[in-house]
């Protein structure tokens, strides 16, 4: 499914875990682009993160008083990763030239118990694109959600990148978060800095101030979070992409009593803009 508006295209995989397959302005590719076979999800350009993000530690956790285990679910991950939605097919709810809506529905399974309903709306208008990320509570006990947006952008061009947070946390060999220190502790991202180092990033910064810019040669790009007070910044040492994830919680929130809980019949949503 393509949209298109102005400069802008952006190309949708609904079966495909609701994914974006490419998002390019002026036909350069903005996102990482999807090879036609793609099945990995791993292998798009961009996914949602729902009902949780990033890692749950050994998948499991408590909640009311009740112990649950789910299972890890990407190969190579000692612990459950992203949540249900990047692994599951959307349905098209509505689609035009340039918007669309895409509907996943969960109904409570081993890789998740509560049943809850996801919507992705996504809106191409000349300036780049929207997505909005809603969940709602469908079960009849409370429901620890996390939401996120996970976009590979294009490493080839960047000059640098810029954002501003009040802290990250550090992480154990498992890639869990287990130490809160100063945002500037892994480099000063405030003043810009360039993606160029050996080391890898896979941290999730505290207290972001919603904005990201990305500055290519072909003229700079803002990603901005909307209702995601964390960013979680991959950055793996010689790869051709980085992600920058605007988030609503830390990974393993549901285990440091971050994440938000939803009553029945509650709505969580967030948004993402790439824009420029």
């Known amino acids: ?5 102005g400069d802008w295209t952006a ?4 079966g495909a875990g609701g994914a974006i397959a490419s998002l390019t302005r002026r036909g350069v590719d903005i996102l990482r682009p999807t090879s036609a076979d ?30 649950h285990v789910v299972p890890a679910n990407c190969p190579g991950q000692l612990h459950p990763l992203h949540g249900v939605g990047w692994l599951s097919a959307w349905s098209v709810e509505a689609a035009d030239g340039a918007q669309a809506t895409l509907l996943h529905r969960h109904d409570g399974d081993t890789a998740w118990p509560w049943r809850y309903a996801a919507t992705q709306r996504f809106a191409l208008d000349p ?5 909005t990320l809603g969940v709602e509570n469908w079960d009849t006990r409370a429901m620890p959600v996390s939401l996120g947006f996970h976009p590979y952008f294009v490493r080839s061009g960047v000059k640098a990148i810029a954002f501003d947070a009040g802290g990250v946390w ?20 405030s003043a810009g800095a360039a993606l160029d180092r050996a080391d890898l990033i896979d941290h999730c910064y505290t207290g972001w101030a919603g904005t990201v810019r990305i500055e290519r040669a072909d003229g700079a790009i803002t ?35 971050a994440a938000d809980m939803l009553q029945p019949g509650a709505c969580r949503t967030i948004a993402m803009s790439i824009r420029g």
């Open 38 to 67: 793609a099945t990995d999800p791993l292998a798009f350009a961009s996914f949602p993160l729902v009902p949780y993000a990033n890692r749950i530690g050994g998948g499991a956790f408590e909640v009311e008083g009740v112990r």
């Open 170 to 189: 550090e992480v154990d060999a498992t890639l869990l978060p287990v130490a809160h220190v100063a945002a500037d502790t892994l480099g000063d991202w």
């Open 1 to 5: 499914m393509r949209l298109a508006a």
């Open 127 to 131: 300036t780049g694109l929207t997505v």
């Open 11 to 14: 190309d949708l995989r609904p």
């Open 223 to 257: 990603l901005t979070g909307s209702g995601t007070p964390m960013l979680h910044l991959y950055l793996p040492p010689g790869a051709p992409f980085f992600c920058a994830e605007p988030v609503s919680a830390m990974p393993n929130a549901v285990n440091h009593g």
